[in-house]
């Protein structure tokens, strides 16, 4: 398995930045695809970005598009989720996910459903 720890987030005024951090433990070596998903209050879940760990296929929710920026550190086991002009649309809590190679099923990426494991969640809250 793969435990995942995501840190970065905050209170920040609209305009502004964040970097979100997710640092995976454990079976790392058997990593397929990591994701950052969000939720608001009484809202479901929504994907926001996602990327191979091999190759280099970014995925982009429509609304981050432009904005946010996904990547990888494969040394570290690390992924980013690098958020600028922020909004306060884009407040909720922010969660990491991982799809380990051997997963059935196709490689849906906007699915959450197709991630083995998830991170507890960050808290990214814009003010306006």
């Known amino acids: 398995q793969v435990q995942l720890v995501e840190s970065g987030g905050g209170l920040v005024q609209a305009g502004g930045s964040l970097r979100l951090s997710c640092a995976a433990s454990?079976?790392?070596?058997?990593?397929?695809?990591m994701a950052w998903f969000r939720q608001a209050p009484g809202k479901e879940r929504e994907f926001v970005a996602a990327?191979?760990?091999?190759?280099?296929?970014?995925y982009y929710a429509i609304p981050v598009k432009g904005r946010f920026t996904i990547s990888r550190d494969n040394a570290k086991n690390t992924v980013y989720l690098q958020m600028n002009s922020l909004k306060p649309e884009d407040t909720a809590v922010y969660y990491c996910?991982?799809?380990?190679?051997?997963?059935?099923?196709?490689?849906?990426?906007?699915?959450?459903?197709?991630?083995?494991?998830w991170g507890q969640g960050t808290q990214v809250t814009v003010s306006a």
């Open positions: 454990g079976r790392t070596f058997s990593i397929y695809a």
């Open positions: 996910a991982v799809r380990l190679r051997a997963y059935s099923g196709s490689y849906d990426y906007a699915t959450p459903i197709v991630y083995n494991h």
């Open positions: 990327i191979n760990w091999t190759g280099y296929s970014t």
